[in-house]
């Protein structure tokens, strides 16, 4: 595995960082705590690029590749992981989604718009009933000949209000299982689709997580992503590559959390000295500085695998489960490290270990990624 740095690929981390820095930093609490969406953030976000990275020229993406993807990923979340997880959403599971599977027409409806984030995608899969077990899909898409009905509910939603074009998977036809769903787009503004409650989380407070209802919604049979029956496949495939991105999001919350934690050693002094002079601090960056270079292996193992065109299944699945781990306990010692600054907002490590939580639920929880991985060793 080649894991150097092409010239390109170091732009790409430098002009996310500075991006990060001079655009996210500032206001980023204040959102967190009024969960505000970072809509002009985005907004710059999708004019340089960050929001379709590697959806090809033609469509007006980047067409970059996963590594590049991977390194932005974590510039951004070491900042802000509320904006990244809206970054991550709409370049892994919609536009990639759509690029993969979608028809030309889809393609050149929906791309444009979406990669230079002009708009943005949401991904609706989970549902009251259907999370970790997602064959247990409510919704319905009946087929009407040359439309689909659509009728149900999806939860925890990222980008559900902020979203204009929305992938609903949903239960066309339920003898034949998750072999009868279908993954069809829909547009927000369509009659009968409602955003419903927003959830007040614990974390990733700014992005904008809700519930969304669909009554006798019609979708046309052009907006079907794939075969018949192929959305279940569909939805797994994207998310192969979506874990990608948020292991890179895991990353990036811990590399953040420590970055900060070792400027703040290298500034607080205890009993004469400052605190990265004291061993038991050593120890901890130590091991921090350790999990973290761990974390960011695998997950350009990850991309680079996707980006040869290989099986990234389990290694999706490991770079989430690792990196995510590590995005908790390393948001953790970051609080620690802090005391009892580090215990209120201004010093934004209670903040990263707030939002770290919820990377190892989303896009499938740790449990998952655990059968993801056995079913890879076993096969
Ligand atoms: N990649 C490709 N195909 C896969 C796959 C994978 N990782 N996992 C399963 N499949 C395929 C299988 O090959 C099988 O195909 P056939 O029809 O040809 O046999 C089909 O899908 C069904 O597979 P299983 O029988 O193995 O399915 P299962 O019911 O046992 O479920 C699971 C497998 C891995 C548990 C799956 O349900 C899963 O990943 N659940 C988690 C869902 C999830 O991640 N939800 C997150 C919501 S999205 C989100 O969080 C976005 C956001 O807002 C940030």
Redesign the pocket.
Known sequence: MDFQLTEEHLAVQEAAREFAQSELLPGVIERDEKQEFPTEQIKKMGELGFMGMMVSPDYGGGGMDTKSYVLAMEEISKVDASAS?CM??NNS?VCWGIEEYGSEDLKQKYLPQLASGQIIGA?C??EPEA?????MQRTTAIDQGDHYIINGTKN???NGNSASVHIIIAQSDVEKK??GINALIAEKSWEGFTVGKKENKMGIRASD?HSLMFNDMKVPKSNRIGEDGFG??F???V??G?RIG?AAQALGIASGAYELSLQYAKERKTFGHEIAKHQAIQFKLAEMATKIEAARLLCLQAADLKDQGKNY?QAS?MAKLYASQVAMEVSTEAVQIHGGYGFVKEYHVERMMRDAKITQI???TSE?QK??IA?GILK
């Open positions: 997880v991550s959403v599971l991904f899969l989970s999370g970790s077990d997602a064959t925890w939603i990222t998750h072999r997580t279940f496949k939805a797994m495939s998310l192969n979506g948020i299944a699945a989303y896009e499938g998952i059968i993801v079913r």
